[in-house]
């Protein structure tokens, strides 16, 4: 567009710029009449004459040209005194062409303005465009449902969307600048900062979409609360290191409602098979003590049917207790062939008639790190499950092996066998395929949860129809087993005094059989019912004891404190301790001993004489 009030030069330059090959979409003599013309012109340039006939000059019609419709302007002028310079300026133009109009300067003035507009306008795009991207990006930010969180390299929040706002307690104002671990446990952010340096010396290498870190986050209340997180990096303008935050509160409170419900399951399952053969046990005990009592001319058969009954139920019980401790197992060490010797009658006597029993024994004197009740229970499940799968009889094989640094057992039987779908699922815990009332379905778990625990592997192979063979290998050991010493003789203390035991336990029958069994051997025994009443003796000047045999759960007061008050007033008090709890649960008895219920009366004494042994003498 023209803007000249001299026709003649209108026209002059008109006819100049169309050669030079220009569009030209108006000439208007006046300010007025460009201004009016502008909106339907839409001139990319104007080429504007300052003194213009009308009211408004060219610097006053360029100046509305510009702040309306944002089109730029040329001046065209033979001269320019220093405020119409300053006026000038206020408009921005793209050039001054100075009257009369040279050919090169006019047009290489005008390409230059046009230039420079349209870098402008593309400017002006670009920056539109970032905005737009940016409005989308924050959009999406602040619509996420899961935290967003950008670190620069300093490890200093610059990004923190609304869901952090939500979800964290700061604002975006308050948040950023601050160290990341400002939102992690104080307990852990040392150890966090550590992994943040090594993240970013790595290059921040991106996880997989889907990999999320459990972990624990902290709120700006000072509460606690589990999260997953998802860290990637961003190199933009400058590299950020992104985080997606999700709160997983609702999730884990669902999961340990869900876990509380299974093991309210799982209770209610052990109960109603527990409670069978417990009481299948305790009618055995019953009826062979009142057949002693009328026939004690069979007391050893029937004193043999009760030992096993209880050998039965502390297998039971070893299994609730491993179950209920997720594979806690107390280290022993067991000289193989021998426990299998000794086994051999109880495996015997777990058979019918129809059901052959083979041991071959190949160990020698090799050794596996476990106790001997542990390896007991782990056969006579095993014998247990055979004896079951031949209903009409058959063979079970006992074998035991060495194979260069591992012992091996393996038990196989003639019976019905397995199918693939039971094999898959044999060693799940209360998994089994018979009915209610003959099993728990803690058998196998067991066996499996005892033999990995101490390092030891089991295998099996099974096809319907031929019999079932279970292969457990075991490291070997070079400790010795324990070997307590024969329960002749032992009454007597280092100096040829008899010993004495002060005994405490809470349940009546089972202090008075204990008494009983001790005496026999010709200790002396005081007994108590409860902590209270063993310190009164201690305090009513009885003579001392040597041996101190308690219970560890008492009422009110604990085994484990009496035995530390007794030592006070009696420092080389030895101490024995028994628990119901197997291993008592996990309570640290320092250098103590424990036996675990139910025991025998020969390893009742043998554990005396042992705690008599002065400390240091290997004998």
Same mark, same amino acid.
Request: proline residues 5%.
């Given at each position: 567009?023209?803007?000249?009030?001299?026709?003649?030069?209108?026209?002059?330059?008109?006819?100049?710029?169309?050669?030079?090959?220009?569009?030209?979409?108006?000439?208007?003599?006046?300010?007025?009449?460009?201004?009016?013309?502008?909106?339907?012109?839409?001139?990319?340039?104007?080429?504007?004459?300052?003194?213009?006939?009308?009211?408004?000059?060219?610097?006053?019609?360029?100046?509305?040209?510009?702040?309306?419709?944002?089109?730029?302007?040329?001046?065209?002028?033979?001269?320019?005194?220093?405020?119409?310079?300053?006026?000038?300026?206020?408009?921005?133009?793209?050039?001054?062409?100075?009257?009369?109009?040279?050919?090169?300067?006019?047009?290489?003035?005008?390409?230059?303005?046009?230039?420079?507009?349209?870098?402008? %306008?593309?400017?002006?795009?670009?920056?539109?465009?970032?905005?737009?991207?940016?409005?989308?990006?924050?959009?999406?930010?602040?619509?996420?449902?899961?935290?967003?969180?950008?670190?620069?390299?300093? $490890?200093?929040?610059?990004?923190?969307?609304?869901?952090?706002?939500?979800?964290?307690?700061?604002?975006?104002?308050?948040?950023?600048?601050?160290?990341?671990?400002?939102?992690?446990?104080?307990?852990?952010?040392?150890?966090?900062?550590?992994?943040?340096?090594?993240?970013?010396?790595?290059?921040?290498?991106?996880?997989?979409?889907?990999?999320?870190?459990?972990?624990?986050?902290?709120?700006?209340?000072?509460?606690?609360?589990?999260?997953?997180?998802?860290?990637?990096?961003?190199?933009?303008?400058?590299?950020?290191?992104?985080?997606?935050?999700?709160?997983?509160?609702?999730?884990?409170?669902?999961?340990?409602?869900?876990?509380?419900?299974?093991?309210?399951?799982?209770?209610?399952?052990?109960?109603?098979?527990?409670?069978?053969?417990?009481?299948?046990?305790?009618?055995?005990?019953?009826?062979?003590?009142?057949?002693?009592?009328?026939?004690?001319?069979?007391?050893?058969?029937?004193?043999?049917?009760?030992?096993?009954?209880?050998?039965?139920?502390?297998?039971?019980?070893?299994?609730?207790?491993?179950?209920?401790?997720?594979?806690?197992?107390?280290?022993?060490?067991?000289?193989?062939?021998?426990?299998?010797?000794?086994?051999?009658?109880?495996?015997?006597?777990?058979?019918?008639?129809?059901?052959?029993?083979?041991?071959?024994? $190949?160990?020698?004197?090799?050794?596996?790190? %476990?106790?001997?009740?542990?390896?007991?229970?782990?056969?006579?499940?095993?014998?247990?499950?055979?004896?079951?799968?031949?209903?009409?009889?058959?063979?079970?094989?006992?074998?035991?092996?060495?194979?260069?640094?591992?012992?091996?057992?393996?038990?196989?039987?003639?019976?019905?066998?397995?199918?693939?779908?039971?094999?898959?699922?044999?060693?799940?815990?209360?998994?089994?395929?018979?009915?209610?009332?003959?099993?728990?379905?803690?058998?196998?778990?067991?066996?499996?949860?005892?033999?990995?625990?101490?390092?030891?592997?089991?295998?099996?192979?099974?096809?319907?129809?031929?019999?079932?063979?279970?292969?457990?290998?075991?490291?070997?050991?070079?400790?010795?087993?324990?070997?307590?010493?024969?329960?002749?003789?032992?009454?007597?203390?280092?100096?040829?005094?008899?010993?004495?035991?002060?005994?405490?336990?809470?349940?009546?029958?089972?202090?008075?059989?204990?008494?009983?069994?001790?005496?026999?051997?010709?200790?002396?025994?005081?007994?108590?019912?409860?902590?209270?009443?063993?310190?009164?003796?201690?305090?009513? $000047?009885?003579?001392?004891?040597?041996?101190?045999?308690?219970?560890?759960?008492?009422?009110?007061?604990?085994?484990?404190?009496?035995?530390?008050?007794?030592?006070?007033?009696?420092?080389?008090?030895?101490?024995?301790?028994?628990?119901?709890?197997?291993?008592?649960?996990?309570?640290? %008895?320092?250098?103590?001993?424990?036996?675990?219920?139910?025991?025998?009366?020969?390893?009742?004494?043998?554990?005396?004489?042992?705690?008599?042994?002065?400390?240091?003498?290997?004998?």
């Amino acid at each position: 567009m023209i803007v000249e009030d001299e026709h003649i030069v209108a026209l002059e330059l008109e006819h100049r710029l169309r050669r030079m090959g220009f569009d030209i979409v108006g000439n208007f003599p006046t300010g007025e009449e460009a201004v009016a013309n502008a909106a339907a012109a839409a001139p990319e340039l104007v080429l504007m004459d300052i003194g213009l006939a009308g009211e408004m000059d060219g610097i006053a019609a360029a100046a509305l040209l510009r702040s309306e419709y944002s089109i730029p302007v040329v001046f065209l002028t033979a001269y320019a005194d220093d405020a119409t310079v300053e006026r000038l300026k206020s408009t921005e133009p793209l050039g001054y062409v100075l009257k009369p109009f040279e050919q090169r300067a006019l047009h290489a003035t005008i390409e230059t303005a046009l230039f420079r507009r349209r870098a402008e %306008l593309a400017r002006a795009e670009a920056e539109t465009a970032r905005r737009r991207a940016e409005a989308r990006y924050y959009s999406t930010l602040d619509n996420s449902p899961d935290a967003i969180i950008s670190v620069d390299l300093e $490890g200093k929040i610059v990004v923190f969307n609304r869901a952090a706002e939500r979800m964290f307690g700061y604002s975006f104002d308050e948040a950023r600048g601050l160290p990341l671990d400002t939102l992690i446990p104080v307990a852990v952010r040392e150890h966090h900062r550590d992994h943040l340096r090594r993240y970013f010396a790595s290059g921040g290498a991106p996880r997989a979409m889907n990999e999320r870190r459990p972990m624990s986050a902290l709120r700006r209340d000072g509460s606690l609360f589990p999260i997953e997180v998802s860290i990637s990096m961003v190199d933009d303008e400058q590299p950020l290191h992104t985080a997606v935050v999700r709160d997983i509160s609702e999730r884990v409170s669902l999961e340990g409602k869900l876990r509380r419900s299974q093991q309210a399951e799982a209770v209610g399952m052990l109960a109603a098979s527990v409670i069978h053969d417990v009481n299948n046990l305790l009618t055995v005990i019953q009826q062979a003590a009142g057949l002693v009592r009328r026939r004690p001319a069979d007391h050893e058969e029937l004193v043999d049917t009760i030992a096993g009954a209880v050998t039965r139920g502390s297998a039971l019980t070893r299994q609730l207790l491993l179950f209920a401790r997720q594979g806690s197992v107390r280290a022993g060490v067991a000289e193989l062939d021998t426990t299998m010797q000794r086994l051999r009658d109880l495996v015997e006597q777990f058979t019918p008639e129809s059901v052959r029993v083979v041991m071959e024994l $190949g160990a020698g004197v090799a050794r596996i790190p %476990l106790d001997r009740h542990r390896l007991e229970q782990i056969v006579l499940n095993l014998v247990a499950n055979a004896r079951d799968a031949m209903p009409l009889g058959g063979v079970i094989t006992i074998r035991t092996s060495v194979s260069r640094e591992r012992v091996n057992i393996e038990v196989a039987d003639t019976g019905s066998g397995m199918p693939e779908r039971v094999l898959a699922q044999m060693f799940e815990p209360f998994y089994t395929t018979k009915d209610e009332t003959r099993g728990t379905g803690l058998g196998l778990w067991s066996v499996r949860e005892v033999v990995e625990s101490v390092g030891g592997r089991i295998d099996v192979a099974s096809r319907v129809g031929e019999g079932t063979t279970f292969v457990i290998d075991f490291p070997c050991t070079l400790d010795s087993p324990s070997q307590p010493p024969p329960p002749t003789a032992v009454a007597q203390h280092v100096d040829a005094t008899p010993a004495s035991i002060l005994v405490v336990e809470d349940e009546d029958p089972l202090r008075r059989i204990l008494v009983r069994t001790l005496e026999m051997q010709g200790f002396h025994v005081q007994s108590a019912s409860g902590a209270g009443e063993a310190l009164a003796l201690l305090e009513r $000047g009885a003579d001392g004891f040597d041996v101190l045999l308690t219970d560890l759960v008492l009422p009110i007061m604990g085994g484990l404190e009496l035995a530390e008050r007794m030592r006070r007033f009696l420092p080389r008090l030895r101490v024995l301790f028994m628990s119901g709890y197997g291993d008592g649960m996990g309570a640290d %008895l320092g250098a103590n001993m424990m036996l675990a219920k139910p025991f025998s009366g020969d390893e009742l004494v043998a554990s005396i004489h042992q705690s008599l042994v002065p400390r240091g003498d290997p004998s």
